[in-house]
Every structure is written in C-alpha cells, then in structure tokens.
C-alpha cells in the first residue's frame, strides 16, 4: 500500500497593495523637501566660505580652505562686528525682556481694560521693522524730529541720535525696543496666564509678601516661558538687519556693522561671495551654539516645573 | 486734413519748417499745437523706419529692469512709439533705488534669463563687466545691420561715452584701449549748486565760487538765515557719499583715489593734499552741514533743500532740478550755480553719475534688446524725454542743443544752463576704475563719518584709510 504524502505548499501571501507600502516614503517626502531645501543652500555657503571668490575677479577664484575664517581671526574689523553684534544683542534682548515681563505682569489679570491694551500694544509688532526705522529716523530728526523736540525740552539740545558714533546704538536699541518689546511681552503674558493658581491662592491666604510671591513662585514657574522668549529674540537680534540697515547703514563710521549688515554688504554690494558666506557660517555657529545653551537650560527648566507640579 | 497735418509734422521733423510755422498751419487746419504731439511721435516713428529694418524682431518680447525714476517714467510713457515702431512687445519690472541694484545684482549673478536690458550705474559695471554678465555694445555699434545709421553715437557726450568703458584692467583708462562698452549713456548728473534764491537775496549772497567762498556762505546762512542750515551734502556709509560734491571738489585740486605704478593700485587719499582738502570738507559739514549728516542719502540733501530747510546743496544737479518743481515747498525759488573748489582751477571738474542701459550677457535675444537699447538711447526718444518729459540731463549734444529743451529749462530753472555749459566741457568719472570700487569707497565714506563725529583726526583717519585700502588691494592682487 502506497501513502501519498500531501505537502502542502505554502499559501502566496496577497501582494499588498503600491499606496500603503509608499505610504511612509510619501509622508516623510515633504519633510525632506524641506530639509534638502534647508541643507543645500547652507552647504553650498559653506563651500563658497573656503574659497577667495569675488564675483568682480572671476579669475581671481581659488580654494583656500579656512583661510577666510583664519584671516578673519587677525581682522579688528570682524572683532568689532562681534563685539557689536554682543552689544547689541545683549541691550535688546535685556532689556524687552524686562519690560515685556513688567507689562506683562501689570495685564496679567483678565480685565475688559487689560485686553484692549495688550492688543493694542501689538500694533509695533504688526508694523515692518525697516518701516518702524524710516519712522523713527524722522521722529529723531534733529531739525524737526519730535523727538528731538521732546528732549530738548528737558535741556539736552543738539543730540545726533543714530547720526553720532557716541549714541548710535542707544538710537537703534530704542527702535528694536519699540518693535520686539510686545512680542516679549505677549509670550509671557500667556505664560503668567497660564500658571496654576492654587500656589499663589495658597500664598495670598498665607499672608506671603508679594516680592516673595514674586520671586520665589512666579518667576521660577515662569522661567520656561521667559528662556523661550528670550531664545527667540536672542537669535533674531544676533541676526539682526532691518532696523540697522534702514537707520544707519552700519554707520556712523563702523559703529553698527553687525554680521548681517557687513554680509549683506559684502555679497550685495562689493560681490564678495566668499568673504560674505564666511561670515555667515560664523554667525550660524554662534547662533547654534547658543541654541544648543538655551535648549538646555529650557529643558532642565521645564523638568523641575513638572517635577514641582 | 489728417494727411496735411502727417505732412506738417514730417516737414517740421526733417527740419524744413520751424515751430511757430508748425503752430501756425497746425492752427489753419484747427488743430491746437498740444494735439499735434501724437502726429509728431508717429511721424517720427515713421522717419526712423525709412532708414533701418526696425521690424526685424517683430512678435519678440523683451523685458526689461528698470529702477523707479523720472527717466524710467518717461520710457515708459514714450514705450508705445516703440512698439509701433518695431512691433516689438515689452515688459518691464521696476523697484525702487533702495533695493534696485540688489535685484540687478542678485538677477546677473544667478545667470537668470529673465531680463534682457536693465538700467545701470557706470561704476556697477565695473563689477557685472569683469564678471561676465554684460553684453559689450562695441561690436553692435560698429554693425549697420545692427544699429541704424540715424542713431549717431558720436552725438553722445563723448566723456559719457568713455565713462562708460572700461577694458577691465584695474587702473586702465575709461574709454581707453581695449575697452568694452559695458553700457550706453542715457541720462547723467552733473555736481554743482543748487541753491535758495529766497534765502540768498535775504542775506544778500552771491552763489559761492570756490571752497572759502562756499565755507563761509554756507556759515552764514547757518548763522543768519533763521532755522535753514547752510550746506546740503551726503553723509551716509555709502559710496555714494563720496562720488557727488565730494569727489568733484576732491579732483578739482588735483587729487586721485589711487595712483598707479608698475601695474599696482596704491592708495591716494592721504598726501598732504588731500588731507588739506579734507579737513575743509570736514570743517564745513561740522560748521554747517545738517545736524544728522552721518544718515544724509541724496533724498534727504534734495528733500532739506526743497522744504527749506537748508540754504544750498553741493550735489546732482537734477536733484535741484526736482525740487524746483512738484509740490516742494521751495518750488520756483531755487537756481544753480557752476562751482570749481579750487581758486586756482580753470573750472568745474565735476565727477558724474549717468544712468545708463546695459544688456544681460544670459538674454536669450540680445538683438532685440540692442533694437531696444539704441532706441531708447537714440535721439528721438531723448528728444521726447527732454522736451515732454523730465530727461535732464539728456546725454546727446543735439538735444542740448534744441530751442525747446533751452527755452523750457531757461524759463524755469534761472543757471540750469549756465551751469551745464560751464561743467560738461570737463565732466567725467573722476574715479579710477578697479573691482573693489564699491567696498574702498564706500570704506572711505565710513572714514569721513569718523572725522567728521571727531572720532579721529583728518591726519590720522586718512592715513588709516590709506593704510587698510592698501592691504585690500594687495589681498586681491591689484595693489
């Protein structure tokens, strides 16, 4: 007697259909668009940084590798422009922060009043920072300027403004003031509006002191609001252009020649690729670097909030 | 009656009869002169298509960058002439000068095709010409299947002419040997004074003629006038600070930017000279030069001396033109006023800025852009420009000399001409033409901020200046 032994042959899987197998290529596709989009013009920078290349002296072209940036290091010129950039970066982003944490602490409670005025107080942000600037430069007009007229009123007669070296900046700090304060302003005020209420009912009903409220509760629960804050303006003054550029030029002299007005300047004006995407890199990996410190320091931050909460 | 009026319009083209005549028989067929100017145009057109196939490029599309100005607005108004004449259609883009030449820059350096013909500065093409970017007009001008023999380039100022070539050697002579003709003259400024009638006859002034003059007019209007400040001049960190009155003055004692030895640029802003003059200059901004020099462009030296606000101005003399029109406050009290810095020179050298056409080296039909280019460039159009609309000042000898243009600026504009007469002779670029133009003068600009703000001594700052303008020309090779 013969067996016939039966081996089944294993059953053909159906084939799945195209779209739900690219379906997660497809998804991160826009994604990579971005990031190629991101990624080439930067590297492409950073390959014009390591060359001499000016568009007016073709010839002239010649890879250096990190000539640039060494030649950079023994330039007094690039030394101001960080240390003016600093400055410049430091004034503003302490002081909006001082002031919109202030206003924002007076609009903290949900009043018909305190709504109109924190809309109100907007408006600076809605306007463009280069038009905010052709505003100032007339208000600042020694001649007919109002603002002149203003301080002259108080005995200081004959002030330059943003056409004198010794209070250049003072001048476009003001703008930028005038500009960014409400954007510091609306971010902590949505924080502070945000914030548990039991540990200040708590405090109220002990009696605290409001400083130590203020200190000892509210800014620390607050610290994740206002290091955002302060990285969003940090990184937009570093790089800042507009207001400086529309007002001065980068003068009086070289006075405010920040790292994006002497870019622009440099690619713009005088056709020099390399030197310009150099300083580019360099400002990238400052801004980067300040980044990665803030990031940091928001993340410790926002683990001890939740901790304590 | 139409025909009669096509004949009149021919006959006073071709120069057989003059205006009143025109205006008279204009009259006699019922037609007012104003309503001729259509029959004038077409008739115009018709007389440069006797002579050259103007239609060659029929059904082409040309486009062109301009930059917002009253010689572009007057292009544009008279663009309908040329596309009768050529059956040609074209498109144009305009910005304004603050972000012009950023656009011309970022469109030539990114090889796009978009634009065929853009307008241009004559020191921009000592960038976009060595880059490779600009069409040399050489080999056009000397083709008569290219350019109509009605369209006279000598008839152009010939100091305009070589202004606006270059063979690209750093230091070469413009309009020397070799040299490409990166771009056609279309209208040019000239340095002189424009200045406050009013204001003038109250403190009972004469127009300053040379730097001591100018000094102490400017002083006195500071001093007396009640409120004007004496003398308008830029200040900005800009090149252009230094290319209007400065420049002018500055070559009117003799001085250069650079010198050249060996085929080596070299500094020249800090002999004895130079330092003498500059320590004028800078004695006249800081005695009488607005409060905010330091962010003065040429808007805000036009528009200080169209309100009143200032006595005088040492800078285009188009910009006083302007002001003496619209709805300037000054409007009717303003007159101009050749100036020669120097006591001991013959007369003006006046450093000139001339707007001129250029074509993009990546246009896709450059023989319809050149059609373009020698048309607006060509008498007719300046004619139309300089009688019907704003073409001061035109870069042709024939439109000077034309009654109309003569009587309309004298009428209106009391030295205009006067101050043409006594500067064209000498006016040129006073620069030497190198490829770090724009960054060593613009650097030079910055150093005068810094004299001027006390910040360092004229001795001082000039010999830095000299010193880092050295190091840069050495850095890329020229120096």
């Known amino acids: 007697m013969s067996t016939t032994v039966i081996i089944p042959t294993p059953a053909k899987a159906p084939a799945r259909p195209l779209l739900p197998r690219l379906l997660p290529y497809l998804l991160s596709l826009p994604a990579l668009i971005v990031c190629i989009g991101i990624l080439v013009p930067f590297f492409t920078a950073a390959w014009y940084s390591l060359q001499r290349y000016n568009l007016a002296m073709p010839l002239n072209r010649e890879f250096v590798w990190f000539g640039q940036y060494l030649d950079m290091l023994t330039d007094p010129d690039f030394w101001a422009t960080v240390r003016v950039s600093a400055v410049y970066a430091a004034s503003t982003v302490g002081l909006e922060l001082l002031l919109g944490l202030g206003i924002a602490l007076l609009l903290r409670e949900r009043t018909r009043f305190n709504n109109i005025v924190s809309v109100a107080l907007l408006l600076p942000l809605m306007t463009a920072p280069a038009i905010a600037s052709l505003m100032w430069k007339l208000m600042t007009n020694p001649n007919f300027g109002v603002l002149s007229w203003l301080v002259a009123l108080f005995g200081v007669h004959d002030f330059r403004w943003a056409s004198a070296p010794s209070s250049a900046m003072f001048t476009v700090v003001l703008v930028d003031i005038w500009v960014y304060t409400p954007f510091m302003m609306v971010l902590l005020l949505a924080g502070l509006r945000s914030l548990p209420q039991q540990p200040f009912e708590a405090a109220r009903l002990d009696g605290v002191a409001g400083h130590f409220v203020f200190f000892r509760i509210t800014l620390p629960m607050l610290a994740p609001y206002i290091v955002t804050a302060t990285l969003f303006r940090m990184l937009d003054s570093m ?11 980068g003068g009086p002299g070289d006075s405010l020649m920040l790292f994006q007005v002497r870019a622009y300047l440099d690619f713009f004006q005088y056709t020099n690729v390399g030197t310009s995407a150099a300083l580019m890199i360099v400002l990238w990996a400052l801004t980067y670097a300040l980044s990665n410190v803030f990031i940091k320091q928001w993340l410790k931050l926002r683990e001890r909030t939740h901790g304590a909460a | 009656m139409h025909e009669k009026a096509q004949d009149l319009a021919t006959a006073f083209l ?21 309503s001729a100017e259509t029959l004038l145009n077409a008739a115009a057109t018709r007389a440069l298509a006797a002579d050259f196939d103007w239609k060659k490029h029929q059904g082409t599309q040309i486009k062109v960058l301009l930059n917002k100005h009253p010689y572009a607005d007057a292009l544009i108004a008279d663009l309908a002439n040329f596309e009768t004449l050529t059956g040609m259609e074209v498109t144009y883009d305009i910005f304004p000068e603050d972000v012009y030449f950023d656009k011309v820059t970022a469109a030539l350096s990114s090889h796009a095709t978009q634009y065929d013909v853009f307008m ?59 040299a490409h003709q990166w771009a056609v003259p279309w209208g040019f400024e000239l340095n002189n004074l424009s200045y406050n009638q009013t204001i003038f006859d109250k403190l009972k002034l004469s127009p300053p003629r040379n730097m001591e003059e100018l000094m102490a007019v400017a002083a006195k209007i500071t001093k007396d006038a009640g409120g004007p400040y004496g003398i308008g001049v830029r200040g900005s960190r800009s090149w252009a600070t230094i290319h209007p009155g400065f420049l002018s003055a500055y070559s009117n004692y003799g001085q250069r930017d650079f010198t050249m030895a060996n085929g080596r640029l070299r500094a020249a802003m800090n002999t004895p000279e130079s330092k003498a003059f500059h320590k004028l200059w800078v004695q006249m901004i800081q005695e009488s030069g607005p409060k905010n020099w330091a962010t003065y462009t040429w808007y805000q030296v036009g528009t200080d001396l169209g309100a009143g606000a200032s006595g005088m101005i040492y800078d285009a003399d188009i910009l006083g033109y302007f002001m003496n029109g619209g709805d300037n406050r000054e409007r009717g009290h303003l007159a101009y006023a050749p100036f020669a810095a120097n006591p001991a020179a013959k007369g003006p050298t006046s450093n000139v800025w001339i707007w001129s056409l250029a074509m993009s080296n990546f246009s896709r039909q450059k023989d319809a852009g050149w059609t373009f280019i020698q048309w607006a460039s060509g008498t007719d159009h300046l004619f139309y420009g300089a009688r019907k609309s704003d073409v001061v000042n035109p870069v042709r000898n024939s439109v000077w000399q034309d009654a ?13 001409l006067n101050q043409y007469e006594k500067t064209a002779p000498d006016a040129k670029i006073y620069f030497t033409p190198q490829p770090l133009f724009f960054n060593l003068t613009t650097e030079w600009a910055a150093s005068l901020q810094r004299m001027v703000a006390r910040e360092v001594s004229v001795d001082e700052g000039l010999d830095k200046l000299a010193d880092s303008v050295n190091r840069q020309l050495h850095q890329a090779g020229i120096g």
């Open chain 1, 239 to 249: 790089q800042q252009f507009d207001i400086v550029y529309a007002m001065t030029q």
């Open chain 2, 14 to 34: 071709a120069g057989r009869i003059g205006r009143r005549e025109l205006a008279r028989r204009l009259a006699g067929l019922g037609l007012a002169l104003g």
């Open chain 2, 120 to 178: 241009t500065g004559a020191y921009q093409t000592w960038q976009y010409g060595p880059a490779g970017w600009l069409v040399d007009f050489n080999e056009y001008l000397k083709d008569p299947t290219k350019t109509a023999a009605t369209y006279n380039w000598d008839d152009i100022l010939p100091n305009l002419r070589a202004s606006t070539a270059w063979s690209g050697k750093p230091g070469a002579e413009l309009g020397g040997p070799g």
């Open chain 2, 404 to 416: 109309e243009f003569k009587e309309r600026i004298a009428k209106s504009y009391p030295g205009y």
